[in-house]
Structures are given as structure tokens and as C-alpha cells.
Nanobody, 116 residues
Framework: QVQLVESGGGLVQPGRSLTLSCAGSGASFWIYGMKWYRQAPGKEREWIASIFPTTGGTDYGASVKDRFFISRDNEANTASLQMYSLKPEDTAVYYC?????????WGQGTQVTVSS
């Protein structure tokens, strides 16, 4: 059974930083890679970052490129999303996702609110 648990969300002022974490079980992030998504109120879920299987290569959505950075700890099977220069429009629920055997698994999400 695949389980994903996000943590690290909260209220942060514009321009500040925040790091989210995703703890995975039942699916190795080194084997399957993983992705971060977010969903703001009234908007569709948006892909924001990927870390690829084995190579650890990364890719980012245009809205977060050069501000957010994804990484993983292979031994702990955790992934992180370091977020810098946060903006009010980054306010959303952030989810981690992994695809295993053709099925997508999601965490419960963690709320990030960027406001002064």
C-alpha cells in the first residue's frame, strides 16, 4: 500500500521561504520519481515540480521555476520542496504524488498561505 504524507505548510509572509516535506511508503521515490502539485481555491490542480527516477533530474512549472527546488533523500524515502521568494499567489494546498503500476497516489495535502 502506497502512502504519502506531506508536512511543513503554514502561514508565511511574502518574500519569505518555506520547505515542504513528503514522506513516502510503499513506493520508492528513487525508482518511481515523484511530483509536487498545488491547488488554489477555485482553480485546477497545477503541476509544479518533478524529480525523475534514478537520475534525480528535475523539472519545474513556469510559475515556480528558479524559486522552488525539489530534492529527495533516497535512504529515508522523503522528498522536499524548498520554496523561496514566496508570493501571495503561491497560496494553495500542496500535494505530493507518485505513480506506481499505472496508478497515481496522492498525499492529503498541506496548506501554504502567503500573506502579510
Amino acid at each position: 500500500q502506497v502512502q504519502l504524507v506531506e508536512s511543513g505548510g503554514g502561514l508565511v509572509q511574502p518574500g519569505r521561504s518555506l520547505t515542504l516535506s513528503c514522506a513516502g511508503s510503499g513506493a520508492s521515490f528513487w525508482i518511481y520519481g515523484m511530483k509536487w502539485y498545488r491547488q488554489a481555491p477555485g482553480k485546477e490542480r497545477e503541476w509544479i515540480a518533478s524529480i525523475f527516477p534514478t537520475t534525480g533530474g528535475t523539472d519545474y512549472g513556469a510559475s515556480v521555476k528558479d524559486r522552488f527546488f525539489i530534492s529527495r533523500d533516497n535512504e529515508a524515502n522523503t522528498a522536499s520542496l524548498q520554496m523561496y521568494s514566496l508570493k501571495p499567489e503561491d497560496t494553495a494546498v500542496y500535494y505530493c504524488q507518485v505513480r506506481k503500476s499505472g496508478r497515481d497516489y496522492w498525499g492529503q495535502g498541506t496548506q501554504v498561505t502567503v500573506s502579510s
